[in-house]
């Protein structure tokens, strides 16, 4: 297999992967072999470790994007794993480096089969600080959560509330606003996850469907709510966004239907789009001090249905699908040769 760049000789010409035939429900996915990617002049061929199971999966094995790519079709957004083999133009890795990044849309395929070919600048090295599991479900959350905090322009001491703040994409939020020195009432779904932001330092949590959240809110900020990053929505976030002040800001991704909206408060909605500038930004951020990803429950390949099924339940964290077991190790010097 000739990739026209620096290579793993031991690369197979076959894989084991969970793919879809047909869009529809999560009896669609099925355990298939197929061809190991192949890899264009700036991909990256990763070999998987860890896949995150992102709240949008179902969406897009219904064929939410329209349709992108060829059957049988490989999904999975974020995943972690080793590098396997780079193409010609690839400046920023080699095999053996142990990375983590985002295949939302990606023509080639996602995270869900034993190698992914991923643009460089999708793809990130690892902080030291988290785990390759960790890391297998924090890309498309990490940089949702990042870019919507910057779209806020928060400073120092003021207010946010974040709105889903014990999902895969909230949790990640509240640890960030924290470092970026803003006060967090953190909204949550359930007793779990009213448990898990007070461990990751909010300054106040609540419970979004069991408490009243107008009064919530202005307990929090009694003059008005600085800010708010919204990763869902729903009856009880209205009167919560009500409490905005109206030279504050509100931003949500797109996607989260119905749309918020304020009374004076400026709305934004954002893309949460990686390239290599945010993924060194939000690796700072990480690296910055003790840092924790939430995993919910890991699955097998064998058991994506209920995967599926589940990431559809209440959960909190994000849900992970194992792809290859044991300890990742750097490829030694005798593996990595140019391909003819």
Not at 31 to 40: D, H, S
Not at 60 to 88: C, K, N, Q, W, Y
Not at 150 to 167: D, N, T, Y
Not at 246 to 274: C, H, M, T, W
Request: no cysteine; proline share 6%; aromatic share 6%.
């Amino acid at each position: 297999m000739a990739f026209g760049g620096i290579m793993n000789s031991s690369i197979p010409k076959q894989m084991r992967a969970t793919v879809i035939d047909k869009f529809g429900g999560p009896e669609v996915f099925h355990l298939a072999t197929m061809p190991v990617p192949e890899v264009g002049d700036l991909d990256v061929l990763v070999q998987v470790h860890t896949a995150g199971i992102g709240s949008w999966d179902p969406w897009i094995a219904e064929g939410g994007l329209g349709g992108r790519g060829r059957f049988p079709l490989v999904i999975g957004s974020d995943g972690s794993g080793t590098v396997a083999a780079v193409g010609p133009k690839v400046k920023r890795f080699k095999p053996g480096d142990v990375v983590y990044g985002y295949a939302y849309g990606n023509k080639k395929g996602g995270f869900f089969a034993e190698y992914a070919a991923i643009p460089q600048d999708s793809l990130v090295t690892i902080p030291k600080n988290i785990s390759i599991d960790e890391a297998g479900v924090l890309a498309v959350s990490g940089i949702t959560a990042l870019l919507g905090l910057e779209e806020l322009e928060l400073k120092k001491g003021q207010s946010i509330m974040i709105w889903g703040a014990s999902g895969g994409v909230g949790h990640i939020a509240v640890q960030i606003a924290k470092r970026m020195g803003a006060r967090v009432l953190a909204v949550a779904s359930g007793p779990d996850g009213v448990a898990l932001v007070r461990r990751l330092g909010a300054d106040m949590a609540a419970d979004g469907h069991q408490e009243d959240m107008v009064e919530a809110t202005k307990k929090f900020a009694p003059d008005g709510l600085d800010a708010t990053l919204t990763f869902s929505s729903g009856p009880e976030l209205h009167g919560a966004l009500l409490q905005v002040r109206s030279q504050g800001r509100i931003a949500y991704p797109n996607g989260v239907e119905p749309e918020p909206k304020g009374a004076g408060a400026d709305v934004v909605s954002y893309d949460g789009l990686p390239s290599h500038e945010v993924f060194d930004r939000l690796n700072r951020i990480i690296a910055s001090g003790p840092f924790h990803v939430e995993i919910g429950h890991t699955y097998t390949m064998e058991e994506m249905i209920k995967a599926i099924q589940d990431v559809q339940k209440h959960h909190i964290g994000k849900l992970a699908l194992r792809i290859r077991s044991g300890p990742e190790k750097a490829m030694p010097e005798d593996q990595r040769t140019m391909s003819t």
